[in-house]
């Protein structure tokens, strides 16, 4: 029961308040926009000009600030050792080297998590130890597995292969799983409704329904997976400098990219260590925003399961 | 008009003589205390868990696998007792976690700060989406190379890197977020007088709040890879150092038993912040608001 008011039959009037509102301004309600604000409305033209000031801030800092060349050295010193290393060196060599490590450790690493997810998803004990082994291994960086893959391979590819496997398996793994369990069961009963079962249950109904979160797992995978590779090139690059090693001394193409930033900045040669970092975002932005995009774009854009 | 639009189609009565015998099966009964044991998520996991480690301890055993290669569970377990009790362990920890911290807080700083010039200006905005786009891609350890150049071989360059590894992927996520909050809780916003740092401290990170941890996560996960990666590429080159520096040190040494008790100390302090502080603050902030299921 709410309290009763003290004083019945009493009513409050609040008293008129009446705005003076001044006169009315007329600002300009439609105008045509000059030839600059139509310029600058234009996307690629804004963040392309920002581009370009940095680049010339960046030439004109190292210029006029006279900047040792080995600390920091200027864009078209860069610029220049970039066309150098692609022409005489054969940098794309060694992008194709890291890219077809890379791709291997890719694959493989998507089959183990696949036959990960398929038990995960047949059984109960197959969920719980595929659960598990993510919730133990995903924190776990790859690259601290590096030591022991080489002490297990030896240096060379294999050592590599095992660690971007590891960085690989449990993301994709982890995010395809979460992704089925998510699957909403009017579309299981569609497919039970239907017959399907065991793998082509999977493929039919599972793997379309969760295909956002199996593409983030993919995402995720890659970026550790690049990631890796790049550390793995370089503690690689510290054990040949100690043991006149085997990856890049038996011919100057045949190391990653990791490895060509590593030895160019041994030598000094630090125009050619930004050469090298140049190629890796190039690589980097190519995968992201070509290669995903695209596939995101056939895929779930298409079947209208993410909006723009 | 046409003919058959008069026309009706009636289907024939279908009727199924084959109905067998419907069977009697267990429609209730009391589950059997092994099957409500194992309807128990935890009891199911820790069995897997020690089951694991029963194979692993009676794989080193029987197949007399070499030490060096594979030690055994006990024999790793041991490593990690004795180095925890020397104080060896906590020290390689605290300075590990330590430029963990410096780095992911000035990381974070770095991000507000490009936050805030891209929430209050549209070149600012451009300059973000222009960085971000480059340099995430970029994976952080690649410039640890430059980073020793710039700052020496010390924990600078450490902090440089992980800076690097923090800053993008944060302020990445966070700019999607704060463009995603509709425009009914920005009108609020306005609507209140908020301007500035308040109207992005008010209306925006609440409202962004979903997207900005994502970011901190994924953060967090870059910045601790990267910062074991780079204490590995300085085992190579200097000697001193943390978690990181330890799996090199003693992989190189061949004390395997310490290389895992090290790279299971890894686990657990990532085990710690991803389930313990992450999933916490996600407790206390988006699921109670209500933005999270």
């Known amino acids: ?308 | 008009m046409s003919d058959n639009a008069v026309q009706i189609h009636v289907r024939p009565e279908f009727e199924n003589n084959n109905l067998g015998k419907a069977e009697n099966v267990d429609i209730e009964r009391p589950l059997s205390v092994f099957e409500r044991i194992a309807n128990i998520n935890a009891v199911r996991k820790l069995s897997i868990l020690l089951g694991l480690l029963f194979a692993w301890e009676a794989y080193t055993q029987i197949a007399e696998v070499e030490p060096l290669l594979f030690p055994s569970f006990s024999a790793s377990a041991g490593a990690l007792w004795e180095t925890m009790l020397t104080g060896e362990m906590p020290k390689k920890i605290w300075v590990t976690v330590e430029i963990l911290l410096v780095g992911y807080a000035a990381g974070l700083g770095c991000a507000a700060i490009l936050l805030t010039w891209a929430v209050l200006t549209r070149v600012g905005s451009d300059v973000l989406a222009t960085l971000t786009s480059m340099f995430q891609p970029l994976p952080a350890i690649s410039l640890l190379p430059l980073a020793m150049l710039w700052f020496g071989l010390g924990a600078s360059s450490l902090v440089f890197v992980t800076i690097h590894s923090v800053l993008w992927a944060v302020a990445l996520s966070t700019h999607v977020g704060f463009m995603g909050v509709s425009e009914t809780l920005r009108m609020v916003g306005r609507n209140y007088g908020l301007r500035g740092i308040p109207y992005i401290f008010k209306i925006l990170v609440p409202a962004g709040f979903a997207s900005i941890l994502v970011g901190l996560k994924v953060g967090w996960a870059f910045a601790w890879r990267t910062l074991i990666g780079a204490e590995l590429v300085f085992g190579a080159l200097s000697g001193e150092g943390g978690l990181g520096w330890m799996v090199y040190e003693k992989g190189e040494n061949l004390d395997t038993t310490y290389v895992f008790a090290a790279l299971f100390m890894v686990i657990v302090i990532g085990l710690l912040v991803e389930n313990v502080l992450f999933r916490n603050v996600e407790l206390k902030t988006i699921a109670k608001w209500g933005m999270q299921r």
């Open chain 1, 1 to 308: 029961m709410p309290e009763e008011p003290a004083i019945k039959g009493e009513l409050h009037v609040r008293s008129e308040i009446v705005n003076e509102i001044g006169q009315a301004g007329t600002g300009e309600v439609e105008r045509r926009l000059s030839v600059v604000e139509r310029l600058s409305n234009i996307d690629p033209l804004r963040k392309f000009t920002i581009l370009i000031i940095m680049v010339v801030v960046w030439e004109l800092y190292a210029r006029i600030g006279e900047i040792n060349e080995l600390m920091f050295p200027t864009f078209s010193a860069t610029g220049t050792a970039l066309i150098d290393a692609l022409v005489n060196a054969s940098l794309l060599v060694n992008v194709w080297n890291s890219l077809k490590l890379l791709l291997s450790g890719y694959a493989i690493g998507i089959g183990i998590a696949a036959i990960l997810v398929i038990l995960a998803v047949g059984s109960r004990i197959g969920s719980d130890l595929l659960t598990t082994l993510t919730a133990m291994l995903n924190p776990l960086p790859a690259i601290a597995l590096l030591p022991m893959a080489m002490l297990w391979f030896g240096l060379g590819p294999g050592a590599i292969i095992f660690t971007l496997l590891h960085s690989i398996i449990w993301p994709v793994a982890l995010n395809t799983h979460t992704g089925f369990q998510s699957v909403s069961e009017t579309l299981r009963m569609v497919g039970g409704n239907y017959g399907l079962r065991g793998l082509r249950y999977i493929f039919k109904i599972l793997v379309p329904a969760a295909f956002p979160s199996i593409l983030t797992g993919l995402r995720i995978g890659w970026a550790y997976a690049w990631r890796t590779l790049i550390a793995a090139e370089l503690v690689f690059g510290g054990q040949v400098v100690d043991t006149s090693g085997q990856l890049g001394a038996e011919g100057s193409n045949s190391g990653g990219l990791g490895w060509i930033i590593f030895e160019s900045q041994m030598e000094n040669q630090t125009p050619y260590v930004f050469a090298g970092l140049f190629m890796v975002i190039l690589v980097g932005i190519t995968v992201e925003n070509g290669f995903f995009r695209n596939i995101e774009e056939k895929t779930v854009r298409k079947w209208g399961m993410q909006k723009a």
